[in-house]
């Protein structure tokens, strides 16, 4: 029996009180905090940096998942592991040396997450596996919340499900973009186990009831 994770993204929050919607989605039953960090660079859009983690951070128990949109990747990596980053992300693409900054995240006393587009291959992970706590799928293009769920990520994830299954490491199997109750239990019967979900769960009036229709449904796989 697996265990499933739920990790609200805030970058479909209420920014002028966030603080108080942390707080609230953590009591609605999030597991983790997903925290979408944009460089208007790598990705064409610009959100929220280290001040912003290190605001929030004493506002929630739950570990901070960081999802970096940015490129370069290293510089900024320490300053999110002092703001109280738990778990740091990051896409290939923006790393000249991949191993090291895996490297990096775990000095820093992080747990270390590497994030795959749709279009890119899962090659990079080949040689990596050992160095990762964390794979995230993306089931939409990076930049933007509230975008519709690419099927065809559902394949990808059920071949990492394997590749983390015959690793024989714990390796958390994360799944972001388009998340919703109607798909989820779809997305965790391919392999995932930890669900991003922004748009589905600040955009409504009660995340309780959202989170609650989640794990009713996860329940079912
Ligand atoms: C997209 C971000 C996602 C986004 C998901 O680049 O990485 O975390 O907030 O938003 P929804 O759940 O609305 O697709
Ligand atoms: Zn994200």
Redesign the pocket.
Known sequence: MSTYRIAP?I??ADFARLGEEVRNVVTAGADII?F?V?DNHY?PNLTIGPLVCEAIRPHVQVPIDV?L?VKPVDRIIPDFAKAGANIISFHPEASEHIDRTLQLIRDQGCKAGLVFNPATPLDYLDHVMDKLDLILI?S?N??????SFIPQALKKIAAVRQMIDASGHEIMLEV????KVDNIAEVAKAGADTF?????IFGKPDYKAVIDAMRQQLASV
Not at 142 to 147: A, D, E, I, L, S
Request: glycine content about 24%; hydrophobic content about 40%.
């Open positions: 993204s970058l479909s997903h979408d944009m990705v999802h949109m993306m939409v990076p930049g933007f919340g509230g975008q972001d973009g388009g998340v991003v979900a922004g748009s589905a």
